[in-house]
Nanobody, 127 residues
Framework: QVQLVESGGGLVQAGGSLRLSCAAS????????MGWFRQAPGKEREFVAA????????YYANSVKGRFTISRDNAKNTVYLQMNSLKPEDTAVYYC????????????????????WGRGTQVTVSS
């Protein structure tokens, strides 16, 4: 049974930092590209960042580029999202997801291409 478990969310002031983790089990982690998505109240889920199966390539939404960094440790079956210079508009539930189309980089932006999802972790940024 595949499980993705996010952790590291919380309440932080604007300008602060958080590091999210997503621990994966029940799948061959290095066979998957990994992504982070977020959903704010009343809004659709949106792409945040993705990382290739090897960790050699990363992809970001324009809204987080330069502030967020995605990384992975295939030995630990874990993907991370370092979030710096947080803004109130970053407030959302953050989800990690696994994408089996590891060579199809365009699919990394499309949540419909991800097979497995975590339950999410809340990030709240106060002004």
């Amino acid at each position: 049974q595949v499980q993705l478990v996010e952790s590291g969310g919380g309440l932080v002031q604007a300008g602060g930092s958080l590091r999210l983790s997503c621990a994966a089990s029940g799948l061959t982690f290095s066979n998957y590209a990994m992504g982070w998505f977020r959903q704010a109240p009343g809004k659709e889920r949106e792409f945040v960042a993705a990382i290739s199966w090897s960790g050699g390539s990363t992809y970001y939404a324009n809204s987080v580029k330069g502030r967020f960094t995605i990384s992975r440790d295939n030995a630990k079956n874990t993907v991370y999202l370092q979030m710096n210079s947080l803004k109130p508009e970053d407030t959302a539930v953050y989800y990690c997801a696994a994408n089996p189309l590891r060579y199809h980089t365009r699919s990394y932006y499309d949540d419909n291409k991800y097979d497995y999802w975590g339950r999410g972790t809340q990030v709240t940024v106060s002004s």
